[in-house]
């Protein structure tokens, strides 16, 4: 029996070095099952960062909906690298602005250039609630991790980019040990929807250099919605401007924290190359 999706177009593209696949779904109405979505990136060629999968859109006024897949199958609620792709991937619909609905909000993106793309992230979330975190803590400016990770700073800074996030603001951020630290903090008990983690060395107020360990992903060469949420923590922390280059093992992002309290996220989009979803993919899934 046929899966519905054997022999669809996927696209294959990087933002800033962050693996990124994009399914169009807008015509079925098919939603990704966890176990499909690993099934794709463990097909040859098609390993993933975040798996981008487009839908009819829900709402008048909207471009699609957009579900967001990581590589272990859990969904996540913002991909800032991932809408720069999705947006260079209707240009060729001659759409260059786009509203891109999310179970986190909405997501709308600008072409800038052939391949350079504006996305507005939306408005920080910083009470520890809306991140969330598992108590409450006063300033999620400075939050103590607790109990405590053998390895990883006492203190880190608490947002929420319609995803959470953890920034750990550090002298020298080659020198952590990112596939160690990553995947305890990810899972601390203090984050019941578990955390991207990033380690962030401020070069100067509007240069900084990122690593990220992302939830349900690993070590990435990019996230967009962690240097969004690194920029807003530097802000708060009297560190950083409010525009500030991020520097990223995959790339470089632009990212502003403009006063109407939108996070803007600048950046190029690699396209890499279109294929067919094999049969063969989804053979061993259960009807």
Same mark, same amino acid.
Do not use: I, Q, V, Y
């Given at each position: 029996m046929a899966h519905p999706l054997d022999h669809l177009q996927i696209l294959r593209m990087n933002g800033a070095g962050n693996e990124i696949l994009v399914l169009d779904l807008r015509g079925s109405d098919h939603a990704l099952a966890p176990q499909e979505a690993r099934a794709i990136a463990n097909a040859p060629g098609l390993r993933f960062d975040q798996l981008m999968t487009l839908h009819r859109p829900r709402r008048p006024g909207d471009d699609a909906f957009m579900r967001i897949y990581n590589i272990d199958g859990s /969904?996540?609620? +913002? #991909?800032?690298?991932?809408?720069? #792709?999705v947006a260079f991937a209707l240009?060729? *619909? !001659?759409?260059?602005? /786009?509203? /891109? *609905?999310?179970?986190? !909000?909405v997501i709308a993106t600008q072409r800038q250039a052939d391949t350079v793309y504006t996305v507005d992230m939306g408005r920080p979330r910083l009470d520890w609630r809306e991140i969330p975190l598992a108590r409450a803590v006063e300033d999620t400016r400075e939050v103590a991790l607790d109990p405590p990770v053998a390895g990883a700073p006492a203190r880190f800074a608490a947002v929420s980019m319609g995803n959470p996030h953890a920034v750990f603001f550090i002298d020298d951020a080659m020198l952590i040990d990112i596939e160690t630290l990553g995947p305890r903090i990810e899972c601390h008990? /203090?984050?019941? *929807?578990? +955390?991207n983690v990033s380690f962030a060395q401020m070069l100067s107020r509007d240069d900084i250099l990122l690593r990220v360990w992302e939830r349900g992903t690993g070590a990435t060469k990019a996230c967009g919605s962690? +240097? #969004?949420a690194t920029l807003v923590a530097a802000v708060r922390a009297g560190v950083g401007d409010r525009a500030a280059r991020l520097r990223l093992p995959g790339g470089d992002l632009t990212i502003e924290w403009r006063a109407d309290d939108h996070v803007l996220m600048t950046g190029p989009v690699e396209f890499e190359f279109e294929t067919t979803l094999d049969p063969k993919i989804f053979q061993d899934l259960a009807a």
């Open positions: /969904l996540s609620g +913002a #991909c800032g690298n991932g809408a720069r #792709c240009a060729r *619909e !001659g759409k260059d602005a /786009l509203r /891109l *609905e999310t179970d986190a !909000g008990p /203090l984050f019941p *929807e578990r +955390a962690a +240097a #969004c």
